[in-house]
């Protein structure tokens, strides 16, 4: 399967998945699936980034491997670091 393709569809699935999940949460007026919907909306990107990552590193182009690496720690250490109680 192409990955262009791939990365269209993991798109286009986030969006309406997380469209879903958030039209839902306003007609119900639950803040823990609108969260959830807008958790997947942001997800879809990183696993796109994800994707690209493992094609670099399946073609051998290593620069643009550690650039997708760099963005996936940099996401996850703000991610991290900002978790609060």
């Not at 997947?40 to 670099?56: E, K, S, T």
Request: without cysteine; charged residues 15%.
């Amino acid at each position: 399967m192409d990955s262009n393709i791939l990365i269209a569809g993991v798109l286009r699935a986030g969006v309406y998945i997380s469209g879903a999940f958030i039209a839902v949460g306003l007609a119900l007026g639950m803040d823990e699936v609108i969260r959830a919907g807008i958790f997947i909306l942001i997800a879809a990107p990183l696993i796109v980034v994800g994707i690209l990552g493992i094609r670099f590193a399946m073609e051998r182009k290593w620069r643009w491997t550690g650039t997708a690496v760099l963005i996936l720690a940099a996401i996850a250490a703000s991610a991290i670091l900002g978790i609060r109680d």
